[in-house]
């Protein structure tokens, strides 16, 4: 029986899906995704002699993560869609299996205890590098709000431990120009080439962008006015920022000029990111969360970058 659903559906696919252009599919064909299998390995603890409820395979949950902030999607907007399109169950590689969602949220969970996320990004860019892509002449970091629930407390309510609200526990507020933003704040490296997202750090929203470098010894690292005088292990190749009574001189604005053009890439990924995904906001209560999600959004922007560099084109849904 199952067989001939599994028939049925790839039928479907191939026939009304497939000559209609499934971006997806191209996408799941750039990573070797067996290499995170074995992440898998003491996530779960249910392996027993006496046996377990089986767990659903490890590439099958980093795919519907990937998804869901490719998509933009809540847990159970997540579950819904996995269930009513067929290019998703196709992307997932199984037919049959359809995580609810509250599986969705115990997964993230266990990456968050267990810390193997960072074992997820690192295959993935140790991928990115097979592929000859690398950091060459030099990296842009900055950095942008990803909002957060607020709730309807006022700020001086406590947060963290004392929270008693919706609100995010560990969100802040931070206000740039006239507009003030609560939840937290993605920083992240890209390099100059190809814009590949290298390097990822998230924080509260108040957190200063300076006081995050991502760059790596030897690496020249663009920045806006920011990151004017922070510290770096890279060279500092930030734009100059002109201080009450000592206004800029001609040779730091043309300096601050060439800059600008040079780092305008990273502006792209961010684009990207809140505009085609449609991913800016997260409805988490607490930084480590928010950092899981903001790496899937990353990988998530690095696939579609690729798909981009692989395909000539850029067109997406």
Same mark, same amino acid.
């Given at each position: 029986?199952?067989?001939?659903? *599994? ?7 191939? /026939? ?6 499934? @971006? ?9 995704? /067996? ?9 779960? /603890? ?37 269930? *009513?399109?067929? %290019?998703?169950?196709?992307?997932? +590689?199984? #037919?049959? #299996? ?6 969705? &949220? ?25 592929? +000859? ?8 970091? *900055?950095? %942008? ?18 929270? =008693? ?5 560990? +969100? ?6 006239? @507009?003030?933003?609560?939840?937290? =704040? ?21 957190? $200063? *962008? ?14 806006? =006015?920011?990151?004017? +005088? ?9 734009? /100059?920022?002109?201080?009450?009574? $000592? ?31 449609? %991913? ?16 899937? @959004? ?13 395909? @000539?084109?850029?067109? &997406?849904?």
């Amino acid at each position: 029986m199952r067989t001939l659903i *599994d028939f049925s559906i790839m039928h479907e696919y191939n /026939k009304n899906v497939l000559p209609r252009g499934d @971006k997806l599919l191209s996408i799941a064909g750039l990573i070797a995704w /067996k290499r995170f299998s074995p992440i898998g390995d003491g996530l779960y /603890k249910n392996k027993t002699e006496r046996g377990g409820r089986p767990n659903i395979d490890i590439i099958i949950m980093i795919k519907l993560l990937v998804l869901q902030e490719m998509f933009g999607l809540s847990d159970p907007q997540l579950e819904l869609q996995v269930a *009513d399109r067929i %290019s998703f169950r196709v992307f997932l +590689g199984a #037919t049959e #299996t359809i995580p609810d969602y509250t599986t969705v &949220w115990l997964f993230r969970k266990r990456l968050k205890e267990s810390g193997k996320y960072n074992d997820i990004w690192d295959e993935f860019i140790n991928q990115l590098r097979a592929k +000859g892509y690398e950091v060459q002449t030099g990296v842009i970091q *900055d950095a %942008s709000f990803i909002t957060s629930d607020p709730g309807h407390a006022k700020k001086d309510v406590p947060r963290g431990d004392e929270a =008693k609200t919706r609100r995010s526990k560990d +969100g802040t507020w931070a206000t740039k120009g006239k @507009k003030s933003n609560f939840g937290y =704040k993605a920083h992240v490296k890209v390099d100059t080439e190809h814009q590949f997202i290298w390097a990822v750090n998230t924080t509260t929203a108040s957190v $200063h *962008d300076s006081r995050v470098d991502l760059a790596e010894v030897g690496e020249v690292r663009y920045g806006d =006015k920011a990151y004017s +005088g922070a510290k770096t292990k890279g060279y500092d190749a930030s734009m /100059k920022r002109a201080a009450r009574g $000592h206004p800029l001189g001609i040779s730091d604005i043309l300096r601050n000029e060439r800059i600008s053009k040079k780092r305008s890439p990273v502006e792209r990924c961010f684009s990207v990111i809140k505009t085609l995904f449609r %991913s800016g906001h997260v409805m988490v209560t607490t930084v480590e969360n928010a950092a899981i999600k903001v790496m899937f @959004k990353a990988i998530g922007y690095n696939l579609y970058n690729l798909h981009g560099l692989s395909n @000539k084109e850029v067109v &997406w849904r």
